[in-house]
């Protein structure tokens, strides 16, 4: 059973204080790997998606990276307005086309 | 603009009713999902559709229904046979069901049993 785990469940940074979020996962094999943002009571926003260990993906002050058992979301210099809840998820090369996702990390950067 | 919508935002069922959320997109895709998001869980998928005419059960099909007679609608319907439908409903769309693609999101319907 394809399984996802996010750590830590919530998260509270300072503006400025560079920290990262986990992604650890289990899968039969591997088709991508998912990062979105979610604000409250809004559907999830795609951030990213990385294919094969060794993959990085930019944007703004987020930073993804993949490895063969986790990924981690590296949030550089964080303003309020990263605030949110991140969720990672998973496609496997076996089962349903569509995705396993993980509980999410919830990020408070306070000014 | 481009997306999925999702109809209503919030809804009240009274106990024994069925309720049917809508959900359109206009990005041309062919496949579409359902997901249910409680707190403290992950999303968990409902149903899923490939293509116009067919779908297929997920995670958590008992006590729902869903219907796909059009590629831009794929709606919804809270049976009354499902013993905890308060949550919160996404919709959503990828160009194809190929593992590769991409999953987008509505914005979400709330349900609420009173």
């Known amino acids: 059973e394809d399984q996802v785990t996010q750590s830590p469940e919530a998260l509270r940074l300072q503006e400025g204080e560079s920290s990262s979020l986990n992604c650890s996962y289990t899968?039969?094999?591997?088709?991508?790997l998912f990062w979105y943002r979610q604000d409250p009571g809004k559907g999830p926003e795609f951030l990213f998606t990385l294919y094969s260990a060794g993959e990085e993906k930019e944007k703004e002050r987020l930073k993804a990276t993949l490895t063969k058992k986790e990924s981690f979301l590296h949030i550089t210099a964080p303003k309020p307005e990263d605030s949110a809840t991140y969720l990672c998820?998973?496609?496997?090369?076996?089962?349903?086309?569509?995705?396993?996702f993980g509980k999410g990390t919830m990020l408070l950067v306070s000014p | 603009d481009g997306g999925i919508t999702q109809s209503p935002k919030y809804l009240f069922r009274k106990e024994g009713q069925n309720v049917t959320l809508s959900c359109e997109q206009n990005?041309?895709?062919?496949?579409m999902y359902w997901y249910r998001q409680d707190p403290g869980q992950g999303l968990r998928l409902i149903y899923y559709?490939?293509?116009?005419?067919?779908?297929q059960k997920g995670d958590i099909a008992e006590g729902y229904s869903v219907s796909r007679e059009k590629k831009e609608s794929f709606p919804l319907t809270v049976t009354s046979a499902q013993k905890n439908p308060t949550a919160f409903y996404l919709c959503?769309?990828?160009?194809?069901?190929?593992?590769?693609?991409?999953?987008?999101f509505g914005e979400g319907s709330w349900l609420t049993v009173v």
């Open positions: 990005l041309n895709h062919d496949a």
């Open positions: 899968v039969s094999g591997l088709r991508g």
């Open positions: 559709s490939q293509i116009v005419n067919d779908f």
């Open positions: 998820a998973v496609k496997a090369t076996s089962g349903y086309s569509t995705l396993t």
């Open positions: 959503a769309s990828s160009r194809t069901a190929l593992l590769g693609n991409t999953i987008y």
